[in-house]
Nanobody, 124 residues
Framework: QVHLVESGGDLVQAGGSLRLSCVTS????????MSWVRQAPGKGPEWVSG????????WYADSVKGRFTISRDNAKNTLYLEMKSLKPEDTAHYYC?????????????????WGQGTQVTVTS
């Protein structure tokens, strides 16, 4: 059974940093691209970042480029999102998701598994 469990969300002041983790189980983590998606109150889901199987290739939304870093540890079956220079507009529920084989990291509608998410709140 596939599980994705996020953690690391918190209340932080603008300019601060957080590191989100997504521990996975039930599938061969190293064989799948992974993504982070966020959803702010009253808004639709927004794709944030994606990573290929080895971690060598990463992609970012323009809104987080230069501030967020996605990474993975295939030995630990864990996905990470390092967030720096946080802004109030980064406030959202953050989800990790598995990209199906052959899928596009940005096509969140086609992700086949999602975690329950972790809340990030950035105060001004």
């Amino acid at each position: 059974q596939v599980h994705l469990v996020e953690s690391g969300g918190d209340l932080v002041q603008a300019g601060g940093s957080l590191r989100l983790s997504c521990v996975t189980s039930g599938f061969v983590f190293s064989s799948y691209y992974m993504s982070w998606v966020r959803q702010a109150p009253g808004k639709g889901p927004e794709w944030v970042s994606g990573i290929n199987t080895s971690g060598a290739n990463t992609w970012y939304a323009d809104s987080v480029k230069g501030r967020f870093t996605i990474s993975r540890d295939n030995a630990k079956n864990t996905l990470y999102l390092e967030m720096k220079s946080l802004k109030p507009e980064d406030t959202a529920h953050y989800y990790c998701a598995r990209v199906p084989w052959g899928g596009d990291v940005k096509e969140k509608e086609k992700y086949d598994y999602w975690g329950q998410g972790t809340q990030v709140t950035v105060t001004s």
